[in-house]
Nanobody, 126 residues
């Protein structure tokens, strides 16, 4: 009973910034850990970042120090702030939700996520 809709993708220059948003339906958003994954053309889906219901975060090594995940539970929205973008960040970015027993818990495992958005394209020009 959770629908996720990503927005904010587009074309950006190397070194630039972009903020993705993911709007979720439902009345129990704070019970879900949220994650961002990406898939470049011809490559497998890759973990990017995750955040627990209470705001604990974890990042893939490739984006640490450049990306920041955050959430606004009152707005049922999760964000991905992307700074210092590189050409290799080019991919379709997917938002995902995983129901958790604890608000402290997050996960980087794609198989743990119950719901997925449709994806939004991010293209970084070289």
């Amino acid at each position: 009973q959770v629908q996720l809709v990503e927005s904010g993708g587009g074309l950006v220059q190397t070194g630039g910034s972009l903020r993705l948003s993911c709007a979720a339906s439902g009345r129990t958003f704070s019970s879900y850990a949220m994650g961002w994954f990406r898939q470049a053309q011809g490559k497998d889906r890759e973990f990017v970042a995750t955040i627990s219901g209470s705001g604990n975060t974890y990042y893939a090594s490739s984006v640490k120090g450049r990306f920041a995940i955050s959430r606004d539970n009152a707005k049922n929205t999760v964000y991905l702030q992307m700074n210092s973008l590189k050409f290799e960040d080019t991919a379709v970015y997917y938002c995902a939700a995983s129901w958790m027993r604890s608000s402290r818990t997050y996960t980087s495992r794609a198989g743990d996520y119950n719901y997925w958005g449709q994806g939004t394209q991010v293209t970084v020009s070289s």
